[in-house]
């Protein structure tokens, strides 16, 4: 066997390395999927890797009310199924909280005036009364069930039925674009300028940019907005709309951009810009016929970054689009459809699902530049 087909440890634990990455970031994934077409209540019984196995779910049933009663030989009766259409195995039934497994399926439980409750094992149930039952609401039904696997489409339905939803999507696609396209046109100069051209402060503009990185986007929102209303009230521009979303992205995305795009134009060879000048090519030049060119992996990979980011994005969406109907952004949407309380928190995993269905398209689009554009931005010097 040759010497240089057998792999070194190192190489051995690099591959394992990254497959335990990809099993780390896939497995959530693959579960967040798998929720998101389940049935809303054995999402809530159990997790996703029991979707293809039977659970045991308690619920609760409310029957129709007495008005829904029809008289059968003598005897007044309201009757149904307690799956709702769905399938299912009752186990054991209750008529109250306090024993909601009282009675095994196909027994008779004694209600209150003389009622009777009769749950057999599919889900059909019979309540009877030698009366006529008054109210103006049913009785609730507890039950224990073994409930087959059920997948539906409904909480996507949910989702992409509700008011608003295609306005938000529009309002997250004006806010992402310009917000990946302008950061980007002005980091390429100022990296162009930073890494070729020759002027005095350009390493303590360099060592600010450094600095710029670790700079909270929550420390500096407020400030940001204050002066931004300052001055927007001398010019007579409006504190709410997409310039200022716009500006607040480019902002907050340019110290990455100019360090990223600057250390890989700086990586180009020498010898390209040289000849250019020799030849009588500007500055502009040299930037828009050569860097430009050479650099689309640097700005692939920014531009992936920074869509993800602006897309969902939702504290700088409300700070300057707000909060109103006609603002809102896809992921403030959907916050708003799950209530105040998470009471509709089912829809969760699909409207996760909704939400990365563009970044995946602009992911996919340039991934083949990511690793290129990273891996030379972060060690090409110059």
Do not use: C
């Amino acid at each position: 066997m040759h010497a240089g087909s057998i792999r070194s440890p190192l190489t051995w634990f690099v591959h394992l390395s990254v497959l335990f990455l990809v099993v780390l970031w896939t497995l959530p994934t693959a579960g967040l999927f798998i929720s998101s077409v389940r049935d809303k209540d054995q999402i809530v019984a159990s997790g996703w890797w029991t979707a293809l196995s039977t659970s045991t779910q308690n619920a609760i049933y409310r029957a129709p009310a007495p008005d829904k009663q029809v008289e059968e030989n003598g005897e007044f009766v309201i009757s149904g199924n307690v799956f709702e259409g769905g399938k299912g195995n009752v186990t054991a039934f209750g008529a109250s909280s306090q024993q909601p497994a009282a009675y095994e399926a196909g027994a008779t439980a004694e209600l209150k005036d003389g009622q009777k409750l009769t749950v057999l094992e599919n889900g059909d149930f019979r309540i009877t009364s030698a009366t006529a039952m008054e109210g103006t609401r049913g009785q609730r039904i507890f039950y224990t069930a073994a409930v087959p696997p059920r997948f539906t489409l409904d909480n996507y339905r949910t989702v992409l039925s509700a008011e608003g939803i295609g306005a938000s999507f529009l309002n997250s696609l004006t806010v992402a674009i310009p917000s990946t396209i302008i950061p980007i046109l002005v980091a390429a100069f100022a990296a162009y300028a930073l890494a070729w051209m020759q002027f005095p402060g350009r390493s303590l503009i360099l060592a600010v940019i450094v600095g710029l990185l670790v700079v909270p986007l929550q420390m500096s929102l407020i400030p940001l907005l204050k002066m931004y209303n300052e001055v927007g009230a001398f010019f007579g521009i409006s504190s709410k709309g997409y310039f200022g979303i716009w500006l607040a992205h480019m902002g907050f995305g340019l110290p990455l951009a100019i360090y990223l795009l600057r250390n890989y134009i700086a990586g180009l060879p020498r010898e390209i810009m040289e000849s250019a000048r020799v030849d009588g090519a500007s500055d502009f030049t040299i930037f828009t016929k050569i860097v430009l060119p050479l650099s689309y992996p640097a700005l692939a990979s920014f531009a992936i970054f920074q869509f993800l980011w602006t897309w969902n994005d939702l504290l700088v969406a409300m700070v300057f689009l707000g909060t109103g109907n006609d603002e809102l952004v896809l992921t403030g949407r959907l916050v708003n459809l799950l209530g105040s309380r998470g009471g509709k928190w089912e829809i969760l995993t699909a409207s996760a699902f909704i939400t990365i269905i563009v970044p995946l398209l602009v992911f996919f689009t340039l991934q083949r530049y990511l690793v290129r554009g990273l891996l030379a931005g972060s060690v090409k010097g110059g």
